[in-house]
């Protein structure tokens, strides 16, 4: 079969197939209505155990416009969560990644999904590189602003959408409520699927970022588009190149991610708490 989806049309509306699928998870949920949305990255998923009751757990590939999974074995999930609040979450454990070529309204379907549900607030995880050096890999950081290194946007059109506060002042300051240590930086989203050259990372720092990444900046936009209020948090799981002495390997990342994620989870599931 071929890999046929309607993002890939350019005359259907994305945002069309956003509500379609929201409409499926709403008819296989039960619930009509999600207030919150996460995007867990690596290192965060652990949150989705802590946050609340998982009442549904679906396959991401069954909902109209969600991608087959990038890793073979590793089906991505979306969960509905009901909060001690009372309100509800959706989990997004699928993420499609800019790298893997599918285009950006592939990148941030699950964004649009989310709003289509009715969810106000976005929190958008992920793990990255660090640029500061007192970041050790385990560091979790509030993003504060990000520089989009893609040189592509999920607007289409003559879309104005203004980005200041895209990172909301108010969720900041809420997370630093829960975690005052809590430090912040500018997310620099790359294409990947490489990571920087030593040089690349300096033009980062220069230019006035601190975090070096492959995802989030994107998904922010189509938020900010949608109306929500965005969070964003990164796990610093390695030095990004040339700040590091040692090379960057994908097992040291894969470790730090493991031995961070009960502490950062629980810390993500105490901010939603406190939504
Ligand atoms: I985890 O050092 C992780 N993801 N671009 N650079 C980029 N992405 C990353 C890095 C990094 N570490």
């Not at 990172?167 to 990571?195: K, M, N, W």
Request: glycine fraction near 10%; proline fraction near 5%; aromatic fraction near 4%.
């Amino acid at each position: 079969m071929t890999d046929m989806n309607p993002l890939d049309v350019p005359e259907i509306d994305p945002f069309d197939v956003a509500r379609t699928a929201a409409g499926e998870i709403a008819e296989a949920t039960g619930i009509a209505r999600h207030d919150v949305a996460l995007t867990l990255g690596s290192g965060w998923g652990r949150a989705a155990d802590l946050i609340g009751e998982t009442t549904h757990t679906l396959d991401a590939e069954d909902i109209t416009g969600f991608s087959a999974p990038a890793l073979a074995g590793h089906a991505g999930k979306l969960r509905s969560v009901l909060l001690p609040s009372g309100k509800r979450a959706l989990i997004i454990g699928a993420r499609t990644h800019y790298y893997e070529g599918h285009g950006v309204r592939r990148v941030v379907h699950s964004v649009r999904t989310a709003a289509a549900t009715g969810a106000t607030t976005m929190i958008l995880t992920n793990g990255a590189g660090g640029i500061r050096e007192t970041w050790t890999p385990g560091t979790p950081v509030l993003i504060s602003d990000h520089i989009n290194l893609t040189a592509d946007s999920p607007l289409e059109g003559a879309t104005f959408v203004d980005l200041t506060d895209l990172y909301s002042r108010r969720l900041r300051d809420l997370a630093r409520t829960i975690d005052p240590a809590l430090d912040e930086g500018v997310y620099c989203q790359f294409r990947g699927p490489h990571y920087e050259t030593p040089a690349e990372v300096q033009m980062a720092r220069i230019i006035g970022g601190h975090i070096v990444g492959m995802s989030t900046a994107l998904e922010a936009i189509a938020a900010r588009q949608s109306g929500m209020e965005v969070l964003g948090l990164s796990l610093i799981t390695n030095l990004a190149a040339g700040i590091q002495k040692e090379p960057l390997s994908h097992a040291e990342v894969l470790h730090a991610g493991k031995t961070a994620e009960p502490v950062i989870s629980a810390l993500l599931a105490r901010i939603v708490a406190a939504l």
